[in-house]
């Protein structure tokens, strides 16, 4: 085998095995995603912003991984001109491999995308009730103080 084939070849089980590794990460991000809907529903906002922390470790993992990506794949790259390339290529388990794992990420992307829509709106809609209910409990307190200082004054006004 040539030598250049040879890099190919380790070249292209590394993308495998960086793009299995994302897969990975991703399933875990989209669980995460998950939890925090399931947070955000019951009205759990340490829980959510402890899970946005724990998925933000993660995405800082996988920003690693797409840099190392682009590296291997500039090795891969510059082998797509020569003459021969293409037979060594398209014979290569690892490369269906990368292209059934990608498809996967792509939906994991997707339904990740999803949910944080989601989780956006119910997040946005929570702290705008939690905002008119504490506007509502000021102002029903601004009465109550208010109450109290006229039966205060009658109490002066009796005696």
Do not use: P
């Amino acid at each position: 085998m040539m030598r250049w084939a040879m890099d190919i070849s380790s070249s292209l089980h590394q993308l495998r095995e960086m793009t299995e590794e994302k897969c990975i990460h991703l399933q875990q991000i989209y669980e995460l995603t998950l939890k925090q809907s399931e947070a955000l529903y019951s009205e759990q906002i340490k829980r959510f912003v402890d899970l946005s922390s724990s998925k933000q470790k993660i995405i800082e993992k996988i920003n690693i991984i797409d840099e190392r990506f682009e590296r291997v794949y500039d090795v891969v790259k510059k082998y797509a001109s020569t003459g021969t390339f293409s037979e060594v290529f398209v014979k290569q388990k690892d490369l269906i491999e990368i292209q059934h794992t990608i498809s996967i990420i792509q939906n994991l992307v997707d339904q990740i995308r999803s949910k944080e829509l989601e989780n956006d709106f119910l997040y946005k809609k929570m702290i705008s009730e939690m905002m008119t209910s504490a506007t509502k409990s000021i102002a029903s307190r601004q009465e109550q103080i208010a109450r109290y200082k006229k039966m205060n004054n009658y109490k002066k006004f009796v005696r």
